[in-house]
């Protein structure tokens, strides 16, 4: 790993199968895969190679974030890999600064996430290509740290 990227390993007492399928549909995304406090809809979703999604964040104090995902790779259960861009509820894609982002954030990201079991536990290693020091200032790293503690809640819930 290198500063260029953000880079995220947790390990999940669930079986990597039901840790790969809560990546896999709207409505398994939306329970966890948005910070607490934040709405999150899908407009729309078709996860296969070369489909996609358009989704809408609303944080707590109202601001909107629109973003798109295309799905480059599907390995079941071992790795997804889609790209990530603000766009707008079209799927037209926006710069970043348009939406407030810091306007050092790159207009697309590729994110990877892999899925390994040992005895039982999955451990997840999530990668996406932006610097590190820029998604922890504005809160993307953390987001996504929070993110993947609400899908383990969710995970203890199955």
Known sequence: MSNNEISITREFDAP?????EAWTGAES???WHAPRGCDLRYLSFDFRPGGGFVSRLVTPDNY????????????????IVYTLSFCDED??????????MDPDWPRET???????????????????????SLARRTGAYP????????LAENLALV
């Not at 629109?66 to 480059?72: A, L, M, P, S």
């Not at 987001?143 to 609400?150: C, N, S, T």
Request: charged letters at 25%; aromatic letters at 6%; proline letters at 3%.
């Open 16 to 20: 990597r199968s039901l840790v790969f």
């Open 29 to 31: 995304l939306a329970a």
């Open 64 to 79: 909107e974030c629109v973003c798109k995902g295309v799905y480059r790779e599907i390995s079941a259960p071992e790795r």
């Open 91 to 100: 799927g037209n894609l926006v710069e970043p600064s348009a939406k407030g």
């Open 110 to 132: 590729t994110v990877t996430v892999t899925f390994a079991e040992h005895g039982g536990r999955t451990t997840l290693t999530l990668r996406q290509t932006v610097l590190e």
């Open 143 to 150: 987001g996504w740290l929070d993110m993947l503690d609400r």
